[in-house]
């Protein structure tokens, strides 16, 4: 079973820096990506950065420029910089991963709380 485990969100005055790391554990063998997904308040999920295990990065628009994806695959982990963050960036972050061959699984965190205040 894959596990992943969120950390490093928190409340950051606008135009301030945070990164959230993502801590995998389990069985990824077969992994094909993974990424940072976020959800505001009365909004749907959306997508903000993946990586692939190749290490093609893929951002949303809106965050392209501002945030930062990276991959340590000796410590297992996916990290999120965000810098210049902005009020519309409050969310909760959610880790992602897809693994499987055949077969995909999708994996999700727990989700970690980031809060840009003006």
């Known amino acids: 079973q894959v596990q992943l485990v969120e950390s490093g969100g928190g409340l950051v005055q606008a135009g301030g820096s945070l990164r959230l790391s993502c801590d995998v554990s389990?069985?990824?063998?077969?992994?094909?990506?993974m990424g940072w997904y976020r959800q505001a308040p009365g909004k749907q999920r959306e997508l903000v950065a993946t990586?692939?295990?190749?290490?093609?990065?893929n951002y949303a628009d809106i965050v392209k420029g501002r945030f930062t994806i990276s991959r340590d695959n000796a410590k297992n982990t996916v990290y999120l910089q965000m810098n210049s963050l902005k009020p519309e960036d409050t969310a909760v972050y959610y880790c992602?991963?897809?693994?499987?061959?055949?077969?995909?699984?999708?994996?999700w965190g727990q989700g970690t709380q980031v809060t840009v205040s003006s």
């Open positions: 389990g069985s990824t063998s077969s992994l094909d990506a």
């Open positions: 990586v692939t295990i190749a290490g093609t990065t």
């Open positions: 992602w991963l897809i693994t499987g061959s055949m077969i995909k699984y999708n994996y």
